[in-house]
């Protein structure tokens, strides 16, 4: 509950553009829910939490202009996913995740010039949000939203890179 209180805490105040104070919540966020994985490596929901965590503090650390920290952030977050989706391949709420931070990782890229890696990124994302689609789960507003952001992007950037 304390690292749900920090995340949720540094979500508002990077919102407010409050980055320094942001950064240190998602700090004190995931440095609970690291120790807490250590302590249970099995430990899905914390797994799970701390991935939300690391994407969070990637986008801060990018408003901030930490492009390397944020690229660093998000990689981290795509990885403890990753490993979610080993366990749970058809889990509709784990491959929207993944497909989000796919999203964030393109944006990463993107700004820090590696447009080869972004294309790419933008591509995991909608192959993911369209096998969602397909399956009927892309109900939710939002999800689409972000599903038709990751296809235009796919389109303006992927032409250069087909």
Same mark, same amino acid.
């Given at each position: 509950?304390? *690292?749900? #209180?920090?995340?949720?805490?540094?979500?508002?105040?990077? *919102? #407010?553009? !409050? $980055?320094?104070?942001?950064?240190?919540?998602?700090? &004190?966020?995931?440095?609970?829910?690291?120790?807490?994985?250590?302590? &249970?490596?099995?430990?899905?929901?914390?797994?799970? $939490?701390?991935?939300?965590?690391?994407? !969070?503090?990637? #986008?801060?650390?990018?408003?901030?202009?930490?492009?390397?920290?944020?690229?660093?952030?998000?990689?981290?977050?795509?990885?403890?996913?990753?490993?979610?989706?080993?366990?749970?391949?058809?889990?509709?709420?784990?491959? $929207?995740?993944?497909?989000?931070?796919?999203?964030?990782?393109?944006?990463?890229?993107?700004?820090?010039?590696?447009?080869? !890696? *972004?294309?790419?990124?933008?591509?995991?994302?909608? #192959?993911?949000? &369209?096998?969602?689609?397909?399956?009927?789960?892309?109900?939710?507003?939002?999800?689409?939203? &972000? *599903?038709?952001?990751?296809?235009?992007?796919?389109?303006?950037?992927?032409?250069?890179?087909?």
């Amino acid at each position: 509950d304390i *690292a749900s #209180t920090h995340h949720f805490l540094g979500m508002a105040l990077a *919102a #407010t553009g !409050e $980055l320094p104070r942001a950064l240190a919540e998602f700090h &004190d966020a995931i440095s609970i829910r690291e120790s807490a994985l250590a302590a &249970d490596g099995r430990d899905a929901r914390t797994r799970s $939490l701390l991935a939300g965590n690391y994407a !969070e503090q990637a #986008t801060a650390l990018l408003k901030s202009g930490q492009k390397n920290a944020a690229r660093a952030s998000i990689l981290r977050s795509l990885s403890l996913q990753r490993l979610l989706l080993t366990l749970d391949s058809s889990g509709v709420p784990v491959r $929207l995740s993944l497909a989000d931070y796919e999203c964030r990782l393109a944006a990463i890229d993107a700004a820090t010039g590696r447009r080869h !890696e *972004a294309a790419q990124n933008w591509r995991r994302a909608v #192959t993911i949000y &369209d096998e969602l689609d397909r399956e009927g789960h892309l109900e939710a507003s939002d999800v689409r939203h &972000d *599903a038709d952001q990751a296809r235009a992007e796919v389109a303006r950037l992927g032409k250069d890179f087909r």
